[in-house]
């Protein structure tokens, strides 16, 4: 599925703790864990949680089955691909997709806001811009605590790009997006949640040909019942001519009220499109 410097639930641009580059830190957490035993992968991310995207965490998983599916044509542009629907546009990571009207409790963050979990020193260890947010405040506590933006706000589940570096393959990242999102957003360092990440699996759909992964994560901090007992996290890689690859990524509360089905995170990843600038 994060400290210092905490904006209060706003669109303005947060400015975490001055972090190393991230594609000098290469630091990535987790791309699969069975048996409490965390097996680190390379990843990259070049984002870093600034706030630089000004326009710019079962038998078949909800992105397999997306993957094997058709679905409706990209409209052009920032129109919805489902009526009623909101879009939201990543021009830095090249990714255009949609999520529920703001009635389904969906809401749609500026583009520039960047959320971010932090490690002890309060540096960003995952980043997204581009953003939504589902049932954001209906749930105070947080299986980790070190957040930055509007990561962390009791929401059940986050959407949002990540990405921009070259560092290993399209099928690393996919998995270690999968795979980090999920150890940042339900636990940490500190708590360290139980992950199992899936192989990469080639993803065709949309007009983006490149990668998803699956993270299925069992919560062990749970200092509240607003804290879920599980989570997934499904992620898309894609590979830009110039080499960097770019992350699009889904991580949602499971097992407690409202919820999203893995219909529904279906439905959202089937409008995930590149924006084509």
Not at 178 to 189: E, L, R, V
Not at 233 to 240: D, M, N, P
Request: hydrophobic share 30%; aromatic share 6%; net charge positive.
């Amino acid at each position: 599925m994060y400290q210092s410097n905490v904006p209060q639930r706003t669109t303005r641009h947060p400015q975490p703790t001055p972090a190393a580059p991230a594609h000098r830190r290469k630091r990535t957490l987790v791309a699969a864990l069975g048996m409490g035993l965390a097996v680190a992968l390379s990843g990259c991310n070049d984002d870093t949680g600034k706030g630089s995207d000004k326009e710019s965490a079962a038998s078949k998983s909800p992105s397999e089955q997306a993957s094997q599916s058709s679905g409706p044509t990209a409209p052009a542009g920032d129109e919805p691909m489902v009526e009623g629907w909101q879009t939201q546009t990543s021009q830095k990571h090249h990714f255009r997709y949609d999520v529920p009207a703001k009635a389904e409790k969906w809401k749609v963050l500026d583009k520039g806001t960047a959320l971010s979990y932090t490690d002890k020193d309060g540096k960003p260890i995952v980043v997204m811009t581009a953003a939504a947010n589902y049932r954001e405040g209906g749930c105070s506590s947080n299986p980790n605590p070190d957040t930055i933006g509007e990561a962390g706000k009791g929401q059940l589940a986050t959407v949002g790009t990540t990405g921009g570096g070259k560092e290993g393959s399209l099928q690393e990242n996919a998995r270690n997006w999968a795979g980090n999102w999920g150890f940042a957003a339900y636990g940490g360092k500190e708590h360290k949640p139980k992950i199992k990440v899936s192989q990469a699996k080639p993803w065709k759909h949309g007009g983006i040909e490149g990668y998803t992964a699956t993270a299925q994560v069992t919560v062990t901090n749970r200092p509240s019942a607003c804290v879920p007992p599980k989570a997934v996290v499904h992620s898309i890689a894609q590979k830009l001519p110039d080499g960097t690859m770019h992350g699009w990524v889904i991580y949602a509360d499971q097992g407690v009220p409202d919820a999203l089905t893995a219909d529904d995170m279906k439905k959202i990843m089937n409008t995930v499109r590149p924006t084509g600038g």
